[in-house]
């Protein structure tokens, strides 16, 4: 079991163009968790998908980003027309599917560091 | 409104010192707490999770403590070694819907020197 893969593990782009994160999950595992960490800051919860649904976007900003996670293939968190305040590194976790919290163990990605230049 | 409060933000000490870091939460309804280590440029790694029937655990050096009635956490560690400078982060999860929502501490940051 690889865990969770990230990719690219850094990402530079201009401000205005597109930037797309991928993660593939541990096998198994059809829960994802996007978070975004920016410098000298904690993790932040950005949005909670389950395989092709959105179960939670709470932490999501209203615009510009966008989160899927399809039948097949990785989960993709996107963001459009970056600005330099979307500089920060992006973490994918993924959990099994299970029912309550306690079995319910997240593993993270080594995560994505955007740069927006 | 779901929080985690961590302390202190960044802590130094000595090589084989003890130190205690503390978590405080008002997420609601409990389902677990975690504490993660996160290595400068790397993914958090799970050390202990606890629910609402225990008081403590621990994994090695690591000895994590939870009082569910005053809703805090503490995250203990013995003999401390320059491997444990990190970051340590609280996650307290919530029920919602068959499924948790974690909610994260902004970390403690841990420096250990020679």
């Known amino acids: 079991n690889a865990g969770v893969m990230q990719n690219p593990r850094h990402l530079v782009r201009r401000r205005g163009q597109e930037a797309r994160l991928r993660c593939s999950p541990m096998?198994?595992?059809?829960?994802v968790y996007w978070y975004r960490q920016l410098p000298e800051e904690g993790l932040k919860f950005m949005v909670y998908l389950q395989k092709e649904n959105i179960i939670d976007e709470s932490g999501m900003p209203k615009e510009r980003f966008s989160a899927e996670f399809p039948k097949e293939g990785p989960s993709i968190l996107r963001i459009q027309q970056v600005v330099r305040g979307d500089s920060a590194a992006y973490f994918c976790?993924?959990?099994?599917?299970?029912?309550?919290?306690?079995?319910?163990?997240?593993?993270f990605g080594q995560g994505t560091r955007l740069t927006v230049v | 409104k779901n929080q985690v409060e961590q302390s202190p933000q960044s802590l130094i000490i000595l090589e084989g010192k003890n130190c205690t870091l503390q978590c405080n939460y008002t997420v609601s309804p409990f389902s677990n707490l975690r504490w993660y280590k996160q290595d400068t440029g790397r993914g958090p790694v799970s050390l202990t999770i606890?629910?609402?029937?225990?008081n403590t655990k621990s994994n090695g050096r690591y000895t994590a403590t939870l009082d569910a009635d005053t809703k805090q956490s503490s995250l203990h560690i013995t003999a401390s070694q320059l491997s444990d400078s990190a970051s340590y982060i609280c996650v307290v999860s919530r029920a919602s819907g068959g499924s948790y929502i974690p909610t994260f501490g902004r970390g403690t940051s841990l420096i250990v020197h020679p």
């Open positions: 096998k198994g595992h059809s829960h």
């Open positions: 976790a993924s959990s099994e599917v299970s029912v309550g919290g306690a079995n319910t163990e997240a593993f």
């Open positions: 606890m629910t609402f029937s225990e």
